[in-house]
């Protein structure tokens, strides 16, 4: 028998390439995406997609009504730092409290798994790195704040209702699928791998590196990415471990790399060069932000694929040759 799954923002980057991977292995998935960020084409042949708003009640509770589901993922959200600064309660409403009605309204039609795709921005400015998953949350932006919102609403309804979740937290997605069917299509794109390939392409003006005198080897900010390909699996990996409890957890490949070490590889990938200006800092960025990833790995035995910032690069760099409109191609 066939096992159902709904994601909601599965049409979207993160969560279209976890949809891909349970329709490869036959399961019956239902998409709910308003597709406001999300795009139709990301969505395979033979997978359901309800167009709807997860702030539209009654259009989330008859998708839930036409259960039984094995378990709901979480994807649908804005995701954007700098912007959820600008406009705090946008995202406290749109992420934050949304979000928590979806967890009540699963609560209410006896769904009995729940994982969330959250963010290592709960850390905020955190004191070690690697981050661990015993750091102190302390989220120093209302995007992080509306996800930790979700998590807490989770805790209670384990607590409280017996509900099982899993909260995957990590920092920057990156890559597509390795078979060119599914990649990263923003408007407006703010993730350095894109823009630094469309700087390559001449599709975009030079990319910007805000500030290179920052306490790492080439003064230059150090990020953790991860393959998106590798986040759907341990998506996945996570929703199994459920079967012996609740799990919070990072995702991350527990080393970083530079800005300027992503352009060098984007250079050296594509053959060609990305031209680059140095702006000022910007307000609010660490130094360094890697998330450690040992409770996944010793919970799921989640070891990344795409581990290489080269394996990383060269598959985000096939999809944007490839689709150099994004699926509007």
Same mark, same amino acid.
């Given at each position: 028998?066939?096992?159902?799954? +709904?994601?909601?923002?599965?049409?979207?980057?993160?969560?279209?390439?976890?949809?891909?991977?349970? %329709?490869?292995?036959?399961? !019956?998935?239902?998409?709910?995406?308003?597709?406001?960020?999300? @795009?139709?084409?990301?969505? =395979?042949?033979?997978?359901?997609?309800?167009?709807?708003?997860?702030?539209?009640? =009654?259009?989330?509770?008859?998708?839930?009504?036409?259960?039984?589901?094995?378990?709901?993922? !979480?994807?649908?959200?804005?995701?954007?730092?700098?912007?959820?600064?600008?406009? =705090?309660?946008?995202?406290?409403?749109?992420?934050?409290?949304?979000?928590?009605?979806?967890?009540?309204? &699963?609560?209410?039609?006896?769904?009995?798994?729940?994982? +969330?795709?959250?963010?290592?921005?709960?850390?905020?400015?955190?004191?070690?790195?690697?981050?661990?998953?015993?750091?102190?949350?302390?989220?120093?932006?209302?995007?992080?704040?509306?996800?930790?919102?979700?998590?807490?609403?989770?805790?209670?309804?384990?607590?409280? @209702?017996?509900?099982?979740?899993? &909260?995957?937290?990590?920092?920057?997605?990156?890559?597509?699928?390795?078979?060119?069917? +599914?990649?990263?299509? !923003?408007? =407006?794109?703010? !993730? +350095?791998?894109?823009?630094?390939?469309?700087?390559?392409?001449?599709?975009?003006?030079?990319?910007?590196?805000?500030?290179?005198?920052? /306490?790492?080897?080439?003064?230059? &900010?150090?990020?953790?990415?991860?393959?998106?390909?590798?986040?759907?699996? %341990?998506?996945?990996?996570?929703?199994?471990?459920?079967?012996?409890?609740?799990?919070? &957890?990072?995702?991350?490949?527990?080393?970083?790399?530079?800005?300027?070490?992503?352009?060098?590889?984007?250079?050296?990938?594509?053959?060609?060069?990305?031209?680059?200006?140095?702006?000022?800092?910007?307000?609010?960025?660490?130094?360094?932000?890697?998330?450690?990833?040992?409770l996944i790995r010793r919970e799921t035995g989640?070891?990344?694929?795409?581990?290489?910032?080269?394996?990383?690069?060269?598959?985000?760099?096939?999809?944007?040759?490839? @689709? /150099?409109?994004?699926?509007?191609?």
């Amino acid at each position: 028998m066939q096992r159902r799954f +709904l994601v909601t923002g599965g049409a979207g980057y993160v969560g279209s390439h976890l949809v891909a991977a349970l %329709a490869a292995r036959g399961e !019956h998935v239902v998409v709910l995406d308003n597709l406001r960020l999300g @795009h139709r084409a990301a969505v =395979p042949d033979g997978v359901d997609l309800v167009e709807a708003d997860l702030a539209d009640a =009654p259009a989330v509770d008859a998708v839930l009504a036409d259960g039984p589901w094995q378990a709901v993922f !979480h994807f649908a959200a804005r995701s954007l730092v700098g912007e959820s600064m600008a406009r =705090p309660f946008e995202y406290l409403t749109e992420n934050g409290s949304v979000g928590i009605r979806l967890v009540e309204a &699963c609560v209410r039609h006896g769904v009995a798994r729940f994982v +969330l795709s959250s963010t290592a921005n709960v850390y905020g400015n955190p004191p070690v790195v690697p981050i661990p998953e015993d750091a102190p949350t302390a989220t120093t932006s209302p995007y992080g704040e509306s996800k930790l919102m979700i998590e807490r609403a989770l805790f209670w309804a384990a607590r409280i @209702h017996g509900l099982r979740y899993a &909260c995957l937290r990590y920092f920057n997605a990156a890559g597509a699928d390795p078979a060119g069917r +599914l990649g990263e299509d !923003h408007t =407006p794109e703010t !993730h +350095l791998v894109p823009l630094a390939i469309d700087a390559a392409l001449g599709r975009r003006p030079e990319l910007v590196i805000f500030g290179d005198d920052y /306490p790492t080897p080439d003064g230059t &900010c150090i990020r953790d990415y991860v393959h998106v390909t590798d986040l759907a699996e %341990a998506h996945l990996l996570a929703l199994e471990r459920l079967e012996r409890g609740s799990i919070t &957890c990072n995702l991350g490949n527990g080393s970083g790399h530079s800005v300027r070490e992503v352009i060098r590889t984007v250079e050296a990938v594509g053959g060609r060069p990305v031209p680059a200006r140095l702006g000022a800092r910007r307000p609010g960025d660490p130094a360094v932000l890697v998330a450690a990833s040992d409770l996944i790995r010793r919970e799921t035995g989640w070891t990344p694929r795409f581990a290489a910032l080269t394996e990383i690069v060269r598959t985000a760099y096939a999809w944007r040759e490839a @689709h /150099p409109d994004g699926y509007a191609s």
